[in-house]
């Protein structure tokens, strides 16, 4: 997540962890080459100052936007019926599909929202 990048220490741990479990399944299950932390560690740091600066805490991002009465646009791709808790299960995404799963997804909760438009397809 691009959360991490923003403590490397951390960052460093997690990338230990799956690491070391991933090079056991690599060479006890497939008995390929193992990868090493240290390099993917380093292509983690590059990639950290570059995309860092485009990255903020979108919460506070649309609550000051909100707040300060600008229009904000929120799009969902999902039908309803693929909703996690109101879908056809097993035929479902790993999200709230919707008007209101919106706040589950960006931390802006409905009482916030003056206006939801649907859109469907006749």
Request: with cysteine; glycine share 8%; net charge neutral.
């Amino acid at each position: 997540r691009m959360g991490d990048f923003r403590d490397m220490a951390h960052l460093r741990e997690k990338l230990n962890t799956v690491v070391a479990y991933k090079n056991r399944v690599f060479s006890s299950l497939y008995n390929a080459d193992t990868i090493s932390a240290d390099a993917i560690f380093e292509k983690c740091k590059v990639y950290a100052d570059k995309l860092l600066v485009y990255t903020t805490d979108t919460t506070e991002y649309l609550h000051t936007a909100i707040s300060k009465g600008k229009s904000v646009l929120f799009e969902g791709a999902q039908g309803a019926l693929l909703d996690l808790d109101h879908g056809t299960f097993p035929f479902v995404t790993s999200s709230n599909a919707s008007s209101l799963g919106m706040s589950a997804g960006c931390g802006v909760p409905a009482r916030m929202v003056d206006k939801f438009v649907g859109v469907i397809k006749a």
